[in-house]
């Protein structure tokens, strides 16, 4: 029973193979019993043998408890880093929510002679950031977690600065959105690699679109901050 009881703490945490100390184990208990049976008259068998089961239940079950404790170890691990992801998520969803207010808030207010093309371009921008918003939060709540959408959650989380009050020039409209499209790249690059390690692979695959996309938009913008 010691034995079936041994083969199954190692077959779930270490494969089919016995520790290390097994044969060893074996052995000295092997010589127990040896004597036990060489020595069968003598009063002290009946102890050789108890000793000799003894000894095999004492070492298991210390592998026993190792085992526990290691499995109740990766569970912890997992739910944290779970959970982790999960807030790290909640950055990204607030910080591009903060993003495509401020593009839309530059759609309306942004003039100069290149207007019609900005005005469009931006539009196209806010109008992706939009999509996106939704694919971050649902892959929250994927994760158990509650997904942040409110002003005060998204202020909080943030890492991105609202548009001033009174509107800047276009130049400066555009390399503000230039900026904050990185900031957020980066903050997607982060969480990508994060992900990865926790082997959340749908997470990295969402944030490395992320990355993709706002990079994208940073190149579009600098290429008409040039022209400026
Ligand atoms: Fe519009």
Request: net charge negative; hydrophobic share 45%.
């Amino acid at each position: 029973m010691v034995h079936m009881q041994a083969r199954r703490i190692q077959a779930g945490a270490a494969g089919n193979c016995y520790p290390a100390p097994a044969f060893p184990l074996r052995l000295a208990r092997f010589l127990l019993l040896f004597c036990a049976s060489a020595f069968h008259d003598c009063p002290l068998a009946p102890f050789l043998r108890g000793a000799s089961e003894f000894v095999v239940f004492l070492v298991y079950s210390e592998f026993k408890f190792m085992a526990d404790a290691r499995r109740s170890s990766d569970e912890t691990r997992n739910s944290n880093t779970k959970a982790d992801v999960a807030e790290r998520l909640g950055t990204v969803l607030a910080s591009t929510y903060a993003l495509r207010i401020k593009t839309q808030n530059f759609h309306w207010n942004i003039t100069g002679p290149n207007f019609i093309g900005l005005h469009t371009l931006l539009e196209t921008h806010y109008k992706e950031l939009d999509e996106a918003i939704d694919v971050v939060a649902e892959r929250i709540r994927a994760l158990d977690a509650v997904a942040p959408g409110s002003f005060a959650a998204f202020a909080e989380m943030s890492h991105i600065k609202d548009a001033p009050a009174k509107p800047p020039r276009e130049t400066v409209m555009l390399e503000t959105l230039v900026s904050d499209h990185m900031t957020v790249s980066e903050l997607c690059t982060e969480l990508s690699t994060f992900a990865d390690d926790a082997e959340d692979h749908a997470t990295a695959d969402i944030m490395n679109g992320r990355i993709e996309a706002h990079d994208k938009a940073a190149w579009m913008l600098r290429a008409h901050l040039a022209k400026a």
